[in-house]
């Protein structure tokens, strides 16, 4: 089901190649979405884009994509700006560093500097880089895949560089959201609850279910929320 009438949307979403990234590519597309979907390592994003490809009515476009290299990111903004126009919703998904080995005590800090790298500052740049893009679109989302591992309000000890890391990527979510509210850039954090993939490990809920939980926020209606952070369309405490 398209949302906003008969025009396919245009989709990035980072760490596209596997896991909810590559599920949130599938359901856009299944929308009939174009989606460029974001890997670091172009091969593997090729490989995503030709196993979804056949089962899909919208069009995965592989792009090569590293939320950490500002350079790169300019470039594909660039080549999009040419090639599609505009981009409609960005879903920055890509993170790395579920490290409950350590706690805060006892911490590796440039595992804690990594993390802050790709999950805050990787997703800040790679919104700043789309930003003209989004401002093109008629109905602009950006979607944080967050955690309630970044809830202030339940936190408590353990995986230090993820937690921290999705605390600041909540704080930036709703500081974008105050920033870009004017520009009816609706900016949404959501958590996908534990789901089984190469990050969440055995045990979690389907690839399905984590996804729709994202695509909440992606499918949001003119004037709806922002500044949420939402699981399953349900509030989490910040
Ligand atoms: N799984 C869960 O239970 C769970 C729970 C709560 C929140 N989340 C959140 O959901 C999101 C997706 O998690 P997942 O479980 O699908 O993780 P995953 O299976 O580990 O996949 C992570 C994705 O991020 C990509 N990535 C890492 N660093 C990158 C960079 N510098 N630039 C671009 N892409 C990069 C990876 O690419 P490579 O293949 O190149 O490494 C991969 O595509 C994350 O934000 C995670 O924190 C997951």
Redesign the pocket.
Known sequence: MRQHGPVARVVVV?????????EVARQCALRGDTVLL????PA?GERAARTVQPHVPGRIRPVR?????TTGLAALAADVTATEGRVDVLVN????H?DTWQDAAHADLAVVREALE??VL?AWQTTLAFLPLLRRSPHPRVVM?????GSLASMGGGAPA?HVS?AALNALTRTLAGDLRRDGILVNAV???????????PG?RPLED?AASIMYAVDLPDGGPTSTFTRDGRPVPW
């Open positions: 980072t760490g596209g190649n596997r896991g909810l990234g590559r974001g890997s670091r390592d593997a994509l590293d939320v950490t290299d998904n890509a993170a790395i579920y790709t999950n990787g895949v967050s955690s309630e591992g993820y999705k958590c996908p609850g534990w789901v089984a993939t190469d990050m969440g490990g979690g984590g």
